[in-house]
């Protein structure tokens, strides 16, 4: 299956107008190093074989091979966590005396996913993929310095490259993005050889035995099963081959802070990361916004000499004269005087008007000439969740948010998209059902969601893959991808709010260990400092230590689920499965107990995940959890059932208007998880209409029961 991305821009949002860039998701090999011999035998300079041997003898993890005491040990480790009993945990097939080939691939699909073209179930922890590259450039290009990158989009998990036999890079982290410099290895190869063409050779370590690496949804064991999926290798999300001046605009991910939260001042105050600048250059920084096509202002500012990024500020409000002079395209936003949409002269970004200004931002070299052009958009828009009222406000106003838990999964494609478009699809189909927004689950999202978040109005509260394990190293890995991730999406106005840890994964002695509670705080602060402007769900669900928001998670169904939501209270002193809404004192006052910050929002972020009974069961048949291919927390006899439920369910939760918000479990089914409102194929499984129905009535009766405002 071929990922249908030509026309399409990795990253919509930050689109350099001066660069050349084309997609090489084909021609790729891969390659099963089963033994990890590869780096012996020089793979990575002599170029990846057509087979290599397995002969099972070694003992370590990457010999394909098992021991029943390892598979124990692995199931011991999940001891800690209550909630995530694993059942039925087997060990990897006896390998012994195969032989693995190397075989084409097709880009960004996984090796496990059938649009892969391998559909391969077996673990295996070390992969070598391979493509030839040419060099795109121009005669003109090449004479002026341009460089040439491969950017991608995110490899799981560790990744060395090289270019034949040239180390161009390495790195660490399984859903965000980074680029390698191929240009001296490109120069090398022509001298010594009269060709442009060289061998791209990745070697990626992906362990499906380290716990303490973060991994998310996707499942250590072969057989994916209860909440737990295929797991995810290698390369899956696109790549591109990109022609980029040797000093130019750095995206987000380089630095790039687009901040647009001042509604009160309508100033964009904004951070432009210069990369490859040269020192004994003067270079300047241009910034010029527009409103639907009409212009607003330009604001150039210098780069420092001690500095790689220039800061301007650009007044986008709209002047009275502007006003006056604005053609139809602005006025029919909305009068002037709807606050709703605007802001004295300012549009705002909300759901309901998910008004963008469009950006164009150009590097100057000291002659005055752009050697560097990039279009983007920014949406204004301010969070407030510290009024101590318990609400969540956008723009000044309370905002009941009705989400869905979104895990990104698709039936062929695993975590990977089958096509861009099917991101806005997604998007699509959830607000048709009612939905808001999303709480992006477990998985740092292909940036096209956000995109298209950004430009249909859709919330979503950013997340981090987790760990199952907590050390040293962990921690270590934490940190480096969690900032890659927040750096990454800092910039789309969709996102709302970041939550690092889920369900205390990778902290599985919070009760007790001050070493797991101090890195959640650390989290949290890490977090902070790199965007003040939007809250921090410390760890989803509950055992909080230092959060913005009083999250809890409660898949109860509606008789028990609407006592123990009844009051504000009792909604703070829940315990699921053993886990306390927040921790509490450890002994000899080596850590406070932490607790509901009074007047903060509090919000159900997961609850539901209501599965069908399979067509004909009936009676003591009809089971919650089931096995197989129907698992669910509780289960519906059929969907008018499951209508009933979801109605049930939601007013249980927002019942006093103590809740500002929920998370319905979830968005679509996802291989044996049946429990979403939309199959695993995105068919409907229940009419959006009655749902959305429900959850507009929520949104409605959590207004009214706020006290009127001026």
């Given amino acids: 299956m071929a990922y249908q991305s030509k026309d399409a821009y990795p990253r919509p949002d930050f689109v350099h107008t001066n660069h050349r860039w084309a997609p090489i998701n084909d021609q790729w090999t891969i390659l099963f190093d089963d033994e990890d011999v590869g780096l012996q035998e020089s793979w990575h300079i002599n170029g990846v074989p057509d087979k290599v041997s397995v002969s099972g003898s070694s003992s370590g993890p990457s010999s394909g091979s098992s021991s029943s005491a390892d598979t124990e040990a692995e199931a011991q480790r999940l001891a800690a966590f209550p909630e995530l009993v694993a059942k039925g945990f087997q060990a990897r097939k006896d390998r012994q005396g195969c032989e693995n080939s190397k075989k084409p691939i097709a880009v960004p699909f996984v090796f496990q996913a059938p649009a892969s073209g391998l559909h391969e179930k077996d673990a295996h922890e070390v992969l070598w993929y391979e493509r030839p590259v040419s060099d795109p450039r121009a005669k003109a290009e090449t004479e002026a310095g341009d ?82 999926y295929t797991p995810s290798s290698g390369i899956w999300q696109p790549v591109a081959l990109e022609v980029v001046p040797a000093t130019r605009l750095g995206n987000s991910s380089a630095g790039t802070v687009l901040k647009s939260n001042d509604i009160f001042s309508g100033v964009l105050d ?37 500095k790689d990024y220039a800061s301007v500020k650009l007044l986008l409000a709209l002047s009275e004269d502007q006003k006056k002079s604005a053609p139809q395209s602005v006025t029919s936003i909305a009068p002037y005087e709807d606050t709703d949409f605007w802001h004295k002269g300012l549009a705002l970004w909300s759901p309901d008007h998910p008004t963008l200004y469009d950006l164009i931002i150009r590097l100057y070299d000291s002659e005055g000439k752009v050697i560097d052009e990039v279009k983007t958009y920014t949406g204004f828009r301010h969070l407030d969740w510290s009024r101590g009222d318990g609400t969540f406000r956008l723009n000044g106003r309370p905002l009941f948010q009705a989400l869905c838990l979104d895990q990104g999964y698709w039936p062929e494609t695993g975590m990977t998209p089958p096509s861009p478009e099917s991101l806005k699809e997604d998007i699509i189909l959830a607000k048709n059902m009612g939905f808001n927004g999303c709480r992006k689950h477990q998985k740092v999202e292909d940036p096209v969601f956000l995109y298209w978040a950004d430009k249909l109005g859709y919330l979503v509260w950013g997340e981090m893959a987790n760990a199952y394990e907590f050390s040293a190293e ?39 260990n001050v070493e797991q509670r101090d890195h959640v705080r650390s989290l949290y602060y890490l977090t902070k400092s790199l965007d003040p402007t939007r809250p921090v769900n410390d760890n989803c669900g509950w055992e909080h230590v230092l959060t913005d928001l009083s999250t809890f998670h409660d898949y109860s169904d509606a008789p028990v689920l609407s006592k123990s939501c009844a009051t504000l209270e009792k909604t703070l002193e829940r315990d699921w499965a053993g886990r306390p809404m927040f921790v509490g004192p450890i002994g000899d006052g080596r850590d406070p107990a932490t607790t509901h910050r009074p007047g903060a929002p509090v919000i159900c972020t997961e609850f539901a995940g209501v599965n069908i009974a399979p067509s004909g069961a009936t009676g003591d048949e009809i089971q919650p959890q089931g096995g197989g291919g129907d698992w669910g927390y509780t289960t519906a006899s059929n ?26 479990t979830q968005l679509s089914d996802i291989e044996q998880e049946v429990n979403g409102v939309y199959s695993f194929d995105r068919k409907e499984k229940i009419p959006a209409k009655e749902v959305k129905r429900i959850f507009d009535d929520a949104q409605k009766r959590y207004r009214d029961s706020l006290p009127k405002e001026d």
Wanted: glycine share 10%; charged share 25%.
């Fill in 147 to 228: 460089r040439v990158l491969v950017r991608f989009g995110a490899v799981d998990y560790a990744v060395t490259l090289w270019a034949s036999g040239h180390l161009v890079g390495t790195h660490r982290g399984g859903h965000v993005p980074f680029d390698v410099d191929i240009t001296d290895a490109l120069t090398s190869v022509k001298k010594s050889t009269g060709k442009s063409e060289l061998r791209l050779v990745l070697r990626v370590q992906d362990s499906p035995y380290d716990l303490g690496q973060p991994r998310g949804k996707q499942y250590w064991a072969p057989q994916p099963e209860s909440i737990f």
């Fill in 639 to 664: 969907a008018g059932d499951l209508v009933k439920r979801i109605e049930a369910l939601v007013q249980a939760v927002t019942q006093g208007a103590h809740c500002s918000g929920f998370v319905y």
């Fill in 270 to 306: 904004a951070e432009v990361a210069v990369l490859g600048r040269r020192a004994g250059h003067a270079y300047s920084v241009e910034i010029e916004g527009s409103l639907n096509g009409f212009p607003i202002g330009k604001k150039r500012d210098n780069l420092p000499k001690d």
């Fill in 474 to 512: 962990y921690k270590d890995r934490m940190n480096q991808e969690w900032t890659e991730a927040v750096k990454r999406d800092i910039n789309h106005p969709s996102v709302i709010a970041w939550t690092p840890v889920n369900e205390s994964w990778g902290y599985p002695s919070l009760k007790d």
